[in-house]
């Protein structure tokens, strides 16, 4: 895959932060840093889809729709949590 290159402006305090990352040894570069951390929000952000995706099904798999009741709701949660806190 062809590499672009890029320039990122960061503070003072993220300089010395990536700086002690490559010096602990844990990347080699910059350039490691940063796409390691696009690389495990890519992975994040596809966790989050996979469980949005997994709810639904679920969702859909429950059975038919019931009515929503607001009041019924509220007092519920009234006498689940005690006093209204309003």
């Not at 798999?61 to 006498?79: T, V």
């Amino acid at each position: 895959m062809p590499m672009i290159k890029k320039t990122v402006t960061v503070t003072e305090q993220q300089e010395s932060w990536i700086k002690d990352q490559i010096q602990s040894g844990t990347y080699g570069n910059d350039s490691e840093y940063v796409s390691d951390l696009i690389r495990r929000d890519q992975a994040r952000q596809h966790s989050r889809l996979e469980a949005l995706r997994t709810a639904l099904v679920q969702g859909e798999a429950s059975g038919e729709p019931k009515p929503f009741q607001a009041s019924e709701f509220k007092r519920e949660l009234k006498r689940k949590h005690g006093r209204d806190r309003r």
